[in-house]
Nanobody, 122 residues
Framework: QVQLQESGPGLVKPSQILSLNCTVF??????????WTWVRQPPGKGLEWMGA???????YYSPSLKSRTSISRDTSKNQFTLQLSSVTPEDTAVYYC??????????????WGQGTQVTVSS
């Protein structure tokens, strides 16, 4: 079974960069049939797709977050990462990494990490 695990700081200060890693077990981030995606859920709100990275390293981003978002991968560590710049308290959310069938907001996701709470506060 594929497992994903998010890691990173749970508290980030406003204007700084939110940086998270997702470590993948049981599958390779270089496999060319899947996409690796970040999704978040602010308190009391629904899931928001942030973006994805494909096997070749090509990235796809939500238009609303594109200017602040960077997704990358490290194949040697079997990880992919999220960086969100210029954060505000509105970025407080539970952040999930997941495997997806495609690089779009509505692509089917079959495996999820457990999620990690990130709070943006001074």
């Amino acid at each position: 079974q594929v497992q994903l695990q998010e890691s990173g700081p749970g508290l980030v200060k406003p204007s700084q960069i939110l940086s998270l890693n997702c470590t993948v077990f049981g599958a390779s981030v270089a496999t060319n049939y899947y996409y690796w995606t970040w999704v978040r859920q602010p308190p009391g709100k629904g899931l928001e797709w942030m973006g994805a990275i494909g096997y070749s390293g090509k990235t796809y981003y939500s238009p609303s977050l594109k200017s602040r978002t960077s997704i990358s991968r490290d194949t040697s560590k079997n990880q992919f990462t999220l960086q969100l710049s210029s954060v505000t308290p509105e970025d407080t959310a539970v952040y999930y990494c997941a495997r997806a069938q495609g690089p779009y907001s509505n692509s089917r996701r079959d495996y999820w990490g457990q999620g990690t709470q990130v709070t943006v506060s001074s």
